[in-house]
Structures are given as C-alpha cells and as structure tokens.
C-alpha cells in the first residue's frame, strides 16, 4: 500500500480533535474533501480506522495504530526534509578563521558560539597557526581573519587592529613555590620543574624562540597538548607553568607572578586576509564578535603589590579608527 503524506497529515490531526471537521479545518480541506480522504485511507488498509458518533470520532484499534506510526513517518520524513535542505541553501562562502594556542583557548571560542548562533548559513573553519604561517595565509588570501601576537605580525602589511593582552605569567600551586612572589624572570622559573605544552605548540615554540643561547634549560616533568589540562597540573603541584595570562582562572587556586622578561609581554592583533565582495561582510560580522569575546576576555590581573604598574592594552578597536 502507498499512503499519502497529507492524507497521514490528515488523520492525525482528525484523531488529535476528535472530529473530522476539526480536522479539516487545520489542513485548510472542506468536510467533503477529508471525508474522502479518510474513505480512502480505510479502502486501501481494508479496515475500519474511525468509530464515528454523534460527538465525532474516535480511533478503532487499527486507527489507533495507523496514527502511532505515522506520527513516526512524519517527523522522519521532517528529519530527512531538513538534511537535504541544508545542501540545498546557497550559503555565504565559508570564512577561515586562524590563531594561536592562547587565542584558541577561550577567545575563539567564545566568538564562534555567539557568530554561530547568529548566522546559521555562515561556516567557519579554525586552525590553530602560529603567527608567521598565519601571516602568509592571510597575505595569500587563504584565510579571511586571524588572531596574531603583536611583535610577530607588526610591519606585516596587513590590516590590522588591537585584540587585547596576551602577556604571559608563571603559576604555580596556591601556597607552593611561588608563595609570596609577586614577579620572577624566565630563568628563575627553571630552576624549578616545569610542566608545559608540546613541543610543537604554538606557545612553547614562540616561548623557545625569544629565549637566548645560554638561558636555563627547564626540566619538565610531562608535557601536555591542551592549555587546560596544563594549568590543572600546576594548580595541582607538578610542577609551574607558563601560561598566557588569559588562562588563568580567577576563582582557581593558584598562586600567580608577573613573568619579568620583556618577551613576556605581549598582545594580540586582529588581522584581516585579502577579502572578496562575497565574503567580505560574513568577515565583519565575524570580526565584530572576536572583538565583543575580547571584551570579556580581559585576563585577571597577576598576584602583585610591587610590581611596576602595566599600560593598559585597548581590548576593542574599530578597523576604521585609523
């Protein structure tokens, strides 16, 4: 037997209101018209489907499960509409979004929840890219937006705007090594163990760059590819970290210092690739919410009383502010 789908529509919305002209009227039919309707669903299952009465209609048994499975086919049938639906929308040509492991680590994220939600036929494809590859991408027009670090990316002939700080910190157990330290340099740090990123991680690669020939070799303990993971064990006393000041969670117990070398501060840019006409807004908007997760992004201040007061770094600038 082949069934209809508006004469399925039909009768469940007849069994639902107890009334084949209450049912009718939902799917816009004369009484005649869903009358027929329905005779014909009972010619073709060869069975009564409807007991009617003075007060209208209730299921037979066969009725009733003639309606359960075709309450089942129906939202079936609505699950496969909207999948092939999805490919058949024209959609804006999809945005490639790139930055570094600390700007992967809440900023991103948070700009992509609320850009997401909001425009529901933009894709975005993120990579985690370290500033110089980032650069090349977005010179050769490979990728729409990026998220570089400020020394790297400056004089880079790109378009760019002040994200916010990215400078780094050492934490350490609350009540640990760190205890009573407001500052300390990168070689101090090493003499104790360490935990950190892998090696090909963005920030311990920028980190091993800007070190000098005869600095300190750190001893780590273990090594870890998420930025998370990394903070919980030096929170939990394996060992200290260097991590971007924006990782640090206010309410965490740990035990946070100023990290003195001048490579240790930074900030991040927000840098725009070679755009086409059709990309070009979906780049904005999504522009306009990295700068919006910026905002609240600012990282918490480090543990210190005498440490030298720090400029504050703009966290929103428009791209037209010269």
Same mark, same amino acid.
């Given at each position: 037997?082949?069934?209809?789908?508006?004469?399925?529509?039909?009768?469940?919305?007849?069994?639902?209101?107890?009334?084949?002209?209450?049912?009718?009227?939902?799917?816009?039919?004369?009484?005649? =018209?869903?009358?027929?309707?329905?005779?014909? !669903?009972? %010619?073709?299952?060869?069975?009564?489907?409807? $007991?009617?009465?003075?007060?209208?209609?209730?299921?037979?048994?066969?009725?009733?499960?003639?309606?359960?499975?075709? %309450?089942?086919?129906?939202?079936?049938?609505?699950?496969?509409?909207?999948?092939?639906?999805?490919?058949?929308?024209?959609?804006?040509?999809?945005?490639?979004?790139?930055?570094?492991?600390?700007?992967?680590?809440?900023?991103?994220?948070?700009?992509? $929840?609320?850009?997401?939600?909001?425009?529901?036929?933009?894709?975005?494809?993120?990579?985690?890219? %370290?500033?110089?590859?980032?650069?090349?991408? !977005?010179?050769?027009? *490979?990728?729409?937006?990026?998220?570089?670090?400020?020394?790297?990316?400056?004089?880079?002939?790109?378009?760019? *705007?002040?994200?916010?700080?990215?400078?780094?910190?050492?934490?350490?157990?609350?009540?640990?090594?760190?205890?009573?330290?407001?500052?300390?340099?990168?070689?101090?740090?090493?003499?104790?163990?360490?935990?950190?990123?892998?090696?090909?991680?963005?920030?311990?690669?920028?980190?091993?760059?800007?070190?000098?020939?005869?600095? =300190? $070799?750190? %001893?780590?303990?273990?090594?870890?590819?998420?930025?998370?993971?990394? $903070?919980?064990?030096?929170?939990?006393?394996?060992?200290?970290?260097?991590?971007?000041?924006?990782?640090?969670?206010?309410?965490?117990?740990?035990?946070?210092?100023?990290?003195?070398?001048?490579?240790?501060?930074?900030?991040?840019?927000?840098?725009?690739?070679?755009?086409?006409?059709?990309?070009?807004?979906?780049?904005?908007?999504?522009? *306009?919410?990295?700068?919006?997760?910026?905002?609240?992004?600012?990282?918490?201040?480090?543990?210190?009383?005498?440490?030298?007061?720090?400029?504050?770094?703009?966290?929103?600038?428009?791209?037209?502010?010269?």
């Amino acid at each position: 037997m082949r069934y209809d789908l508006d004469d399925l529509r039909l009768f469940l919305h007849i069994v639902t209101e107890g009334s084949i002209t209450a049912g009718a009227g939902r799917m816009h039919l004369s009484l005649p =018209s869903a009358s027929a309707r329905v005779r014909s !669903l009972e %010619r073709q299952a060869d069975v009564a489907l409807l $007991v009617r009465g003075r007060r209208g209609v209730r299921p037979t048994p066969a009725g009733t499960a003639l309606a359960r499975h075709a %309450r089942d086919v129906l939202t079936r049938t609505a699950r496969l509409e909207s999948a092939v639906a999805g490919y058949s929308r024209s959609r804006t040509t999809a945005l490639t979004l790139l930055g570094g492991g600390s700007a992967m680590h809440r900023l991103v994220p948070r700009a992509l $929840v609320s850009f997401l939600r909001a425009h529901p036929d933009v894709d975005v494809t993120v990579s985690e890219s %370290r500033t110089p590859q980032t650069v090349r991408m !977005l010179a050769d027009g *490979e990728a729409h937006l990026g998220v570089v670090l400020d020394d790297e990316a400056r004089d880079c002939g790109l378009r760019t *705007e002040p994200l916010g700080d990215d400078s780094l910190v050492v934490i350490g157990q609350a009540g640990g090594i760190l205890a009573g330290r407001t500052a300390l340099t990168y070689s101090e740090a090493a003499e104790h163990p360490l935990v950190g990123l892998d090696p090909g991680s963005s920030l311990r690669r920028w980190t091993e760059k800007h070190l000098g020939p005869h600095s =300190s $070799v750190p %001893r780590y303990r273990t090594t870890v590819a998420d930025l998370n993971v990394l $903070v919980a064990l030096a929170a939990g006393g394996a060992g200290l970290a260097v991590v971007p000041r924006r990782a640090v969670d206010p309410d965490q117990p740990l035990d946070v210092c100023e990290l003195q070398d001048p490579w240790a501060r930074r900030h991040h840019l927000l840098a725009w690739g070679i755009e086409d006409h059709a990309s070009s807004a979906a780049t904005a908007a999504l522009a *306009e919410h990295l700068r919006h997760a910026a905002s609240f992004e600012q990282p918490p201040p480090a543990h210190r009383e005498n440490a030298p007061e720090r400029i504050a770094f703009p966290a929103v600038v428009r791209p037209d502010a010269g």
